[in-house]
């Protein structure tokens, strides 16, 4: 780097204080007119799941480094006590623009397409007597009520769950705490209607109401939630058995420490103390709420009749022309390279080549990596009965892919009880590659099919995860594919791919020799740019080589969905540098790597981001993308994105997330929806009909 650059003393954004700035572009699609009123309501949803994440995993990292020793502290480049404070700030005011759009945008537009949203919880005529009956016949029963003193033994409050702490009259020091029964009965209720407004209220405004009659000396219900550390703190992964060790780790998440307490803004700062003291709560892990908590659950918000109007217009996955007309997808895969890109076409493509392989007599080997499963999966069922068709099936399971180790176990399982040879979990190590290899009897002259995506093997996933995935014979390809699952079956330690790249291993220094290769293009007077799609970027050696891209010259482009700790165009570092993000409807969850390598493109597609995680963490694979027909595919999603000026943020030095402006006269580009209308015309283009 230049001496210029000495003149920014800071180059890279902190990582968390970067995905509070992505979690503000979810919020962002909630504050937008133009977004449907049901849509909306789900990004306040996706929000509100988003920071109960954030609190239960990363709050927790930078508490372990809080309670550094000082002289350790100083050699961070970001103070944690600093960095918490600024988040606490941040949340704060992320909540409160929360509950601006709440109260001055949703609720109004309720009313206005006749949803009546009761939030004031006064009842009144009528109301007061269905909410009594509902109350006796059906929630009466479920409640728990619990009498603490502020010294006593300390009331357990479950992670995520929802409560009522109540205030009583002359009795300093005590006070009660009541389950809000959410999970038998669900968040909303309907009430009786008037005319045609339907007409809802919180289960929380039930329960309230009804607690006067039920707790003596009653005096007032706040609302509160923990959340807590979602970590399982696995003492030593290298040494016993890893599988038991997170089997009982799975058992004591519900009761980790606190890392944030949600409470009601009304409740008396006395109070407050009150309850820190009972809960063991330090002043920095509680943030002030709302009168409700766990907006999550209107993921469920009743919809109402004839609601068409208040969601997305519905984009059915698509059909494949070609595909459809074929009589076997293992055929095709043999003759050329089978591109797929979900949510936009169908995931059934790879449960039908699946299905083709447990049915085919030459067929004799299945191997699969699995990170996050669908508690229902086809593909899954298909390896079931790959077994029972008397095939070798191995599958590696990650049962370290938080919050979702539990199915995974399930399924690990079921397949070991069916006699699949099941691996799990590298110790220090996570597999996040998203592979499998389909072999072939060795008379069969038949040469292996891989799978390599962006993506999970999940069904439900697939459904809104914008993903690609590649299935080729190409041998190059399969040939690399297999040291991997070689890797993971401990049969060698270090894996010798000639086209992938892999990480642990080659990834880092292959990237690092790619972006090294464009520099060398700029100073030669060649072409040379990148053109780059991931989820995060944070790895701060990756970055400082695209600042040294930038700095040669090299034109850099970026999709970065979340978090960016790279500062675009900063004078003498980064001004060649552009990043965007794009927000909507569907989550952007692919990798797509493009180098202009001197007028001879290269483009890269696969699991990993530019993390270090990613890089030096994880098992990965990388594929170049060597069948013309897809490249020309890839590269024009790609630009597609690029060209979004409706749904794409610009990505500043101080992340504040403006909206990328059409240039005049320029007409309005959705990438979503503009990707989806390629994709739709492809086979009209080519005569076909739609079957």
């Known amino acids: 780097m230049t001496e210029e650059t000495l003149i920014h003393k800071k180059i890279f954004f902190e990582r968390d204080l970067s995905w509070l700035s992505f979690n503000a572009r979810v919020l962002q699609e909630a504050a937008d007119p133009d977004v449907p009123l049901y849509e909306r309501i789900r990004f306040l949803a996706i929000f509100s799941n988003n920071l109960d994440e954030f609190f239960r995993v990363r709050i927790t990292a930078l508490k372990q480094f809080r309670n550094l020793k000082k002289d350790t502290r100083k050699l961070l480049d970001e103070n944690p006590r600093k960095v918490l404070k600024k988040i606490r700030q941040t949340v704060q005011e992320q909540q409160q623009e929360f509950g601006r759009i709440f109260r001055t945008q949703i609720i109004p537009g309720l009313r206005r397409n006749g949803v009546d949203l009761l939030t004031n919880g006064k009842f009144t005529g009528q109301d007061t007597e269905f909410a009594r009956s509902f109350f006796e016949h059906s929630l009466k029963e ?132 009150m309850l820190m003291n009972h809960f063991g709560i330090r002043r920095s892990d509680t943030v002030k709420g709302g009168r409700y908590h766990n907006f999550n659950d209107f993921f469920s918000f009743p919809f ?138 060795a008379g069969s002259g038949k040469l292996p099919v891989a799978y390599l995506g962006t993506g999970n093997f999940n069904e439900r996933t697939a459904r809104v995860y914008c993903d690609h995935a590649l299935i080729t014979a190409n041998p190059h390809i399969t040939r690399d594919v297999a040291q991997v699952f070689h890797v993971l079956e401990r049969k060698i330690i270090v894996p010798k791919p000639r086209k992938l790249l892999v990480a642990p291993f080659n990834l880092r220094k292959e990237f690092h020799s790619l ?21 995060s970027l944070e790895d701060r050696r990756i970055i400082r080589k695209l600042y040294e891209a930038s700095q040669a010259g090299v034109r850099v482009r970026m999709i970065v969905r979340g978090i ?21 409807r569907f989550l952007e969850h692919a990798r797509l790597y493009l180098f202009a390598n001197g007028g001879e493109e290269e483009l890269y597609m696969g699991s990993a981001d530019w993390m270090t995680r990613n890089l030096d963490r994880r098992i990965e694979t990388i594929t170049p993308i060597l069948d013309k027909r897809v490249f020309s595919e890839l590269r024009k999603g790609l630009e597609i994105q690029w060209a979004d000026n409706t749904k794409a943020r610009v990505i500043d030095a101080g992340q504040t997330n403006p909206y990328v402006q059409a240039a005049e006269g320029e007409p309005r580009r959705r990438a979503q929806y503009d990707f989806y209308a390629f994709l739709e015309k492809k086979s009209v283009r080519k005569g076909l009909k739609r079957i």
């Not at 997170?246 to 109070?271: A, C, N, V, W």
């Not at 079931?384 to 399982?413: C, H, P, Q, Y």
């Not at 900063?570 to 965007?580: A, H, M, P, Q």
Request: aromatic share 8%.
């Open 515 to 535: 972006i090294d290769r464009e520099i060398e293009h700029a100073r030669e007077g060649r072409q040379a740019s990148m053109l780059i799609k991931m989820n």
């Open 304 to 441: 109402p009749d004839h609601g068409e109007a208040l969601e997305y217009v519905p984009m059915p996955p698509l059909p494949i022309d070609r595909l459809d007309r074929v009589d076997s997808l293992l055929d095709e895969v043999h003759r050329r390279d089978l591109l797929f890109h979900f949510p936009y076409q169908r995931f059934t493509y790879v449960t039908r080549l699946m299905e083709e392989a447990v049915n085919d007599g030459e067929v004799s080997k299945i191997r699969m990596t699995l990170y996050r499963v669908a508690a229902q999966s086809a593909l899954l069922n298909s390896l079931l009965r790959a077994l029972g068709n008397g095939k070798e099936v191995t599958v590696f399971i990650e049962v370290k892919a938080r919050f979702d180790e539990e199915t995974n176990i399930k399924w690990g399982d079921q397949l070991k009880a069916a006699g699949a040879t099941v691996l799990y979990s590298y110790p220090g190590i996570k597999v996040h590659s998203k592979m499998f290899l389909i072999e072939y009897d």
């Open 142 to 273: 479920t409640l728990d009520i619990r009498y603490c003193t502020e010294s006593g033994p300390q009331c357990f409050l479950e992670n995520h769950a929802l409560y009522f702490a109540v205030s009583l009259e002359n009795r300093p020091g005590h006070f009660a705490i009541v389950n809000i029964p959410v999970t038998s009965f669900g968040r909303f209720i309907d009430l009786p209607s008037e005319g045609k407004t339907r007409r809802i209220c919180f289960i929380d405004d039930v329960v309230r109401s009804m607690l006067p009659g039920m707790i003596p000396g009653f005096v007032e219900a706040y609302a509160i939630k923990l959340s807590r550390d979602a970590e399982l703190h696995i003492d030593d992964e290298f040494d016993g058995d890893l599988l038991e060790k997170i089997k009982k780790g799975l058992k004591d998440r519900s009761g980790g420490l606190p890392t944030r307490f949600l409470y009601d803004p009304t409740m008396p700062g006395e109070f407050v103390r």
């Open 564 to 584: 960016c700790c790279l500062m675009p165009g900063l004078r003498g570092l980064s001004e060649n540098i552009e990043i965007r993000s794009i927000i909507d």
